[in-house]
């Protein structure tokens, strides 16, 4: 069994052991070597958490460490996963990276006060989470209203701003029956329980901060509906900040564009958003409008098209069902450019419009498909070409 350092001291950044062995293998397809401690404060990917990272270095030789790649823990013995080996015997020191290890404590800790809140307002319990470096979610098997989150984000901040300190202890079984607290799953052996005195007690194996007060903050900043609940994404210290930061650029930068105050930025948008769809129905008009022009002007060629350089495909579609009610021939539209290609649609009341693109497949770098009454997808070739193999058939 390896000596779980980080249960006694989370705050450990450095240690010292000795390795018992250092046998090769692989992590992502790549050589790597699972060297095995007598004593570790590397906190294994466990628990919904991603693990701890570092180096670890030879005591004797400060020159010769392995980066840690990944570390695990099986039958509790932590398998730290490496990019270079170390001799089993030597003694070593571990030096782990603390910006990834107190972030994270910031995280689950918030995590605990979220859970707890929930567990107690609303009955309901966290049946998953997942802590990594890109995000913390967390599911809840009941759903929430917009004032049910606003309810949990103001009562978790509460407990920071009490600044209170975290009581983490390892109970008796005796005491353990008599403790009213969550776990996923039935536990055995002994239970590390991590308790927010008045939020939440909770089994738990994962390091957390000494004191509420430095997981800084926590922001609810999505849910969604999950398998019949939700799941909820969250938060805390230096991730908040940092969304916070950004999502303010944004405001200031919207604030510019719209030349309206960060607070009156909302109907600032809804008023520019209003009128443009008011101009892309002005211009849906006008685009048909000139279709229709451009149709009647076709209406004397045996197998007319019309050419357009953008257009919405509805409106194209539009005009070439024109072509196709007053034409026994093919008939087209196409709307694009010689270098970057056209969108087509081709019709026909009278004849296989999908031999006519197999035919054309030989000549033309097409793609799409349909019917025999119409087709459409894109071509590649210059617009005199087509319309010249078109009129010839």
């Known amino acids: 069994m390896t000596t779980l350092l980080y249960d006694r001291d989370a705050y450990m950044t450095e240690f010292t052991a000795s390795a018992v062995t250092c046998e090769q293998t692989k992590y992502n ?15 294994p990917e466990q628990g919904g958490q991603d693990c701890d990272s570092g180096v670890i270095r030879d005591a004797c030789k400060g020159e010769n460490f392995t980066s840690v790649l990944h570390v695990t823990i099986k039958n509790g013995i932590i398998h730290h996963i490496c990019d270079k080996p170390l001799e089993a015997g030597c003694r070593v020191k571990g030096e782990i990276n603390w910006e990834q290890r107190f972030d994270r404590m910031q995280q689950h800790s918030g995590e605990h006060l ?15 989470f ?6 913390v979610t967390l599911d809840f098997n009941t759903t929430f209203e917009e004032q049910d989150l606003e309810l949990i984000e103001e009562t978790v901040n509460r407990a920071i701003y009490e600044n209170f300190e975290t009581h983490i202890f390892f109970p008796s079984e005796e005491e353990l029956k008599a403790l009213d ?54 938060e805390c210290g230096r991730r908040s900040l940092r969304t916070a930061r950004a999502q303010l650029r944004d405001a200031r930068a919207i604030s510019r564009i719209t030349s309206a105050k960060i607070g009156d930025i909302v109907p600032a948008v809804e008023k520019l958003n209003d009128a443009l769809k008011d101009a892309r129905f002005k211009l849906v008009k006008f ?9 009647a002007s076709a209406m004397d060629q045996p197998n007319p098209t019309i050419w357009l350089d953008s257009c919405d495909q509805d409106n194209l579609r539009l005009g070439v069902n024109e072509l196709a ?53 894109t071509i590649r070739g210059i617009r005199d070409a087509i319309e010249s193999y078109l009129s010839n058939k």
């Not at 397809?29 to 906190?43: N, P, Q, R, S």
């Not at 997942?130 to 995000?135: D, G, K, T």
């Not at 799953?185 to 927010?196: A, D, F, H």
Request: glycine share 12%.
């Open 29 to 43: 397809g790549k050589e790597a070597y699972d060297i095995v401690l007598d004593e570790t404060a590397f906190f």
């Open 114 to 128: 979220v859970s707890g809140t929930v567990h107690r307002l609303f009955g309901a319990d966290n049946v998953g």
């Open 130 to 135: 997942h802590l990594s470096a890109r995000e």
């Open 181 to 234: 607290y969550r776990s996923k799953k039935e536990l055995t052996g002994q239970v590390r329980i991590v308790e927010y005195p008045g939020y939440d007690v909770c089994a738990c194996c994962a390091p957390h901060v000494r004191r509420t007060g430095e997981i800084g903050s926590i922001r609810i900043i999505a849910a969604e509906h999950f398998k019949g609940g939700t799941r909820m994404w969250i």
């Open 287 to 295: 685009e048909r409008d000139s279709i229709m022009s451009l149709v």
């Open 325 to 377: 009610a007053a034409s026994a021939g093919f008939c087209g539209g196409f709307s694009g450019n010689d270098a970057d290609g056209y969108k087509f649609i081709l019709a026909s009341s009278a004849k296989d419009c999908r031999a006519l693109i197999n035919e054309m497949k030989a000549t033309f770098e097409i793609r799409g498909g349909g019917t025999p009454d119409m087709v459409q997808g």
